[in-house]
């Protein structure tokens, strides 16, 4: 992959209160999972090698990340990367191995039953692939059941249920059974499920995948709403990488269990950290993924030349760049000239997600 381009000038800023702290965490399948990663020996092969030397699978090898309150933090990787195992550590519903996770302060390892079935209630809630919805339960009863097992009382529980329905567009279906609705309805309800206990995080295990591509259009479009009027942190997993670009503000990608880069899309698409993330991203449209800030060189404009932001995204500035004659001004968020670009970088830019190197 062709990679001209320099990393941006003013790369995002990292949020400063963080609602998940990962830290070294592993999740070993085997008979002796501890002493796998106890064994400096093994620390040092690949995650097949320690396989056939051990019998044990290594889902996830010491991971460490930050993900930043009401942010959208996307795990991407191909089936068997351990994407999923990796979610699901997040909330125990598998045990990691080692590590710690923490989450607002809250060492989340050293839970004991009761208090962590509290924060699976309160603080986190999943939405799965598998829409899980009880057939005997109406679309209300299906969203109010995590409350009613909370002891909220009916009235409480359907008023904040029918609440629900609104947000994500099933009026007029309140009161059906899950086998009178489409699949992209049943996962709304499940979305719904999740949304109303008020959780302060929302984990999707690719919670699309066995949706048309259409309807799977239709929900990413429904995360990207509720999340601007919500603004809560999102965990999401996907092995789709235009549903990762779409969704993400910043993206980890994980293969044979370990880390391979974490950055926004624009970052992975322009400053890939590796081969593998090279060719993983090899097939993105660079012009709609970077921003003007990649291809930004010093320099004054004419005093009537246009002004762009740095942040727009190049695909949208082309017509202003090939419309003019002399290199278009760019600036940054306050109005301050950053340099310039002419349509020659443009055109270098589009060559270069063409005829990848």
């Not at 549903?243 to 503000?249: F, H, N, P, R, V």
Request: hydrophobic share 45%.
């Amino acid at each position: 992959m062709s990679t001209i381009m320099a990393p941006p000038l003013h790369p995002p800023a990292a949020s400063s209160v963080d609602d998940f702290e990962v830290d070294g965490l592993w999740k070993v399948f085997g008979t002796n999972p501890e002493k796998v990663v106890g064994d400096e020996r093994l620390a040092e092969l690949s995650t097949a090698e320690i396989l056939e030397r051990t019998g044990s699978v290594v889902a996830v090898r010491d991971l460490s990340f930050r993900v930043g309150r009401g942010e959208v933090f996307v795990i991407m990787g191909l089936s068997g990367s351990g994407k999923s195992t990796l979610v699901r550590c997040l909330t125990r519903l598998i045990e990691p191995t080692a590590g710690a996770i923490t989450m607002r302060g809250d060492d989340l390892l050293s839970l004991a039953p009761g208090p962590l079935r509290e924060f699976r209630r309160t603080k986190a809630a999943m939405v799965f692939q598998h829409f899980g919805l009880l057939p005997f339960r109406t679309v209300v009863d299906n969203i109010a059941y995590g409350l009613e097992i909370r002891g909220i009382g009916k009235a409480e529980r359907r008023a904040r249920a029918l609440e629900m329905v609104a947000l994500v567009g099933l009026e007029g279906y309140e009161w059906r059974y899950p086998s009178q609705l489409s699949g992209g309805m049943q996962q709304r309800v499940g979305l719904a499920r999740a949304l109303a206990g008020d959780p302060d995080v929302l984990l999707f295990d690719e919670p699309f995948s066995a949706l048309d591509p259409l309807i799977r259009r239709n929900m990413q479009a429904e995360i990207v709403r509720l999340h601007h009027e919500m603004g809560k942190t999102m965990v999401f997993v996907t092995h789709d990488l235009s549903e990762a670009l779409k969704l993400g503000d910043r993206i980890l990608i994980m293969r044979h269990g370990e880390l391979q880069q974490i950055g926004t899309g624009a970052e992975l698409v322009g400053a890939p950290a590796n081969d593998y993330v090279a060719d993983f991203v090899s097939d993105v449209p660079i012009a709609s993924v970077l921003t003007l800030e990649w291809i930004v060189r010093p320099g004054e404009a004419a005093p009537d030349a246009p002004t762009l932001p740095a942040t727009t995204v190049i695909a949208d500035a082309i017509p202003t760049l090939l419309g003019s004659p002399s290199p278009v001004r760019i600036v940054d968020a306050a109005g301050a000239p950053l340099g310039v670009v002419d349509r020659d970088a443009v055109l270098r830019t589009v060559a270069g997600e063409r005829h990848p190197s």
